[in-house]
């Protein structure tokens, strides 16, 4: 992923990136589990601040509530 990042920086394009952060995803919870939106891992946070330096703009979408009317 970096490298696109980079190739974009050197050819004058802005990058952003949008953590869709799903623990599920990264091996942090079951499948089951997969309702939980957090789970806090020193790993995955090292990874993304890394890639942190290449971008633009960095966004996270917020996770809104199930709610019954």
């Given amino acids: 992923m970096?490298?696109?990042y980079e190739f974009a920086k050197r050819n004058g394009t802005r990058t952003s990136l949008d953590i869709d952060y799903?623990?599920?995803l990264?091996?942090?919870t079951g499948k089951a589990e997969g309702e939980n939106r957090f789970v806090a891992n020193?790993?995955?946070t090292e990874h993304?601040?890394?890639s942190c330096y290449a971008l633009d703009k960095i966004c996270h979408a917020v996770t809104h509530e199930k709610?019954?009317?």
Wanted: charged content about 20%.
């Fill in 48 to 50: 993304l601040q890394s």
């Fill in 26 to 28: 990264w091996g942090l």
């Fill in 22 to 24: 799903r623990p599920v």
């Fill in 42 to 44: 020193d790993k995955v």
């Fill in 2 to 4: 970096l490298n696109s």
């Fill in 67 to 69: 709610r019954t009317v």
